[in-house]
């Protein structure tokens, strides 16, 4: 495994080796001396060179030769242990059990809090829902109870489904401004109203579509910061791994492509954080070696552009060992998201999350997770509160995380606090073809 350090340095294949401490006495007694000579050497002669236990020469020996090795051990051990901080959750918001409410309770967001979680990106249309007469907003008490417990929420802007199909946009940026005035009307006054999310999920775009969502992006970005300049706008982009075509017909993009794309879309947007997806097309077997030059490109365009780069640590996947097991099992180029695929989704396994985050920090010290909702709450049934227990546990999960700060992102794991940099469809996320 390579891991690597706050200073850029890489460490391969640290999980393999080992540091042997040798006693001091062993060392000076075995070094610098020809076989044999301490037993003809006169027992004087043996307490004149050596010294004695409590002397200060013994004590800097000591010092010199253990605590070099010691600073090794310790600077081993806390790379090994480093990885982002998993900060919070996707959530596509849903009805709640009894009428009035929201699916995002007491008990979920108490679930969230003892995983360390704090910021939530609401996703889906029942956040900002038009009200009936004398109807009352579920998502005003959702907001009212994340300024009671320190939350952050993002706010889902929507799209129009099938919105990388359109001709002319502007029916679609009439709408996202809309919303965007609305929302911020309702919940734009609640502390925990932390930002907004701009769900064009993409890869790559070419021709005219690409000029689509460069549009899409700068003008719903805008639209955010006009009603909320210091509010950060936040998308979550993926890159697709399937060079081969074994998923559909996806025009893949070499990680140089992808860099140059999204760094001309970015320039020109005022987005603030691109939560880029870890995975692909959520496939089990990709590896961390595949997806690290899209990591690396899109590293390279936030960096240019003076954006921010968190990771979407997905704890969901699709579980199948290889492109030709996946084509036997669900035929070739079948979408990640046809109902045949649905009996192979699982929890991410919790060795293999950690796995994943450290593998992100070497990029980012900030992760969120698209999956959780799906796959890991523990409301979900026992084998999901057994992930989860695992998951807190894993992740050293106890107490209460900190009230994050007004404009801050707080992490918890004592990494530096996140300023963000800000300047002035009713559909779940998929692939876009």
């Not at 609401?122 to 320190?150: C, I, T, Y």
């Not at 929302?183 to 000029?211: C, D, I, K, N």
Request: charged letters at 25%.
């Amino acid at each position: 495994m390579s891991l690597c350090t706050g200073n850029g340095l890489r460490y391969d294949g640290i999980g393999e080796s080992t540091v042997r401490l040798t006693p001091p006495n062993t060392i000076s007694a075995s070094c610098n001396r020809a076989p044999g000579l301490a037993r003809i050497r006169p027992r004087t002669a043996r307490r004149a060179t050596r010294p004695h236990a409590g002397s200060p020469g013994r004590l800097l020996l000591i010092l010199v030769v253990a605590l070099p090795l010691l600073w090794t051990i310790g600077c081993r051990t806390t790379h090994l242990d480093e990885r982002a901080e998993l900060l919070g959750c996707f959530w596509w918001v849903s009805p709640g059990p009894e009428a009035g409410t929201l699916d995002l309770g007491d008990v979920e967001l108490d679930a969230m809090r003892a995983l360390g979680m704090n910021v939530v990106v609401l996703n889906g249309p029942w956040v900002g829902q038009p009200l009936k007469a004398a109807e009352s907003d579920s998502a005003e008490r959702l907001f009212q109870e994340g300024d009671r417990r320190g939350l952050t929420f993002f706010v889902d802007t929507l799209a129009a489904p099938q919105w990388w199909t359109l001709r002319d946009p502007a029916a679609e940026l009439d709408r996202a401004r809309e919303r965007i005035g609305q929302l911020h009307a309702r919940y734009g006054h609640h502390q925990s109203f932390g930002g907004f999310y701009v769900p064009y999920e993409v890869y790559v775009m070419w021709g005219t579509q690409r000029e689509l969502i460069r549009t899409l992006y700068h003008e719903v970005a805008a639209a955010c910061k006009r009603v909320a300049p210091a509010k950060p706008v936040l998308i979550s982009p993926f890159f697709i791994l399937d060079q081969d075509g074994v998923l559909g017909d996806f025009r893949w993009a070499t990680p140089e492509e992808y860099e140059t794309f999204w760094a001309e879309v970015l320039r020109e947007s005022p987005v603030d954080i691109v939560a880029l997806q870890d995975r692909g097309e959520h496939l089990s077997y990709y590896t961390d070696a595949q997806c690290a030059p899209f990591f690396a490109a899109m590293k390279n365009a936030v960096d240019a552009t003076g954006k921010q780069l968190w990771a979407n640590v997905e704890t969901g996947e699709l579980e199948v060992g290889s492109a030709e097991a996946y084509a036997a099992r669900f035929g070739p180029r079948t979408h990640v998201n046809d109902p045949r695929t649905q009996p192979a989704w699982r929890g991410v396994p919790p060795d293999k999350l950690m796995a994943k985050l450290r593998f992100v920090r070497r990029y980012t010290p900030t992760a969120v997770t698209w999956g959780y909702r799906e796959f890991v709450r523990p409301s979900l049934g026992a084998a999901q509160a057994e992930l989860y227990t695992e998951y807190r546990d894993r992740l050293g999960r106890r107490a209460k995380p900190a009230r994050p700060r007004r404009g801050r992102l707080r992490s918890e794991r004592g990494l530096p606090d996140l300023a963000l940099r800000c300047g002035e469809g009713a559909q779940e996320p998929s692939l876009i073809e």
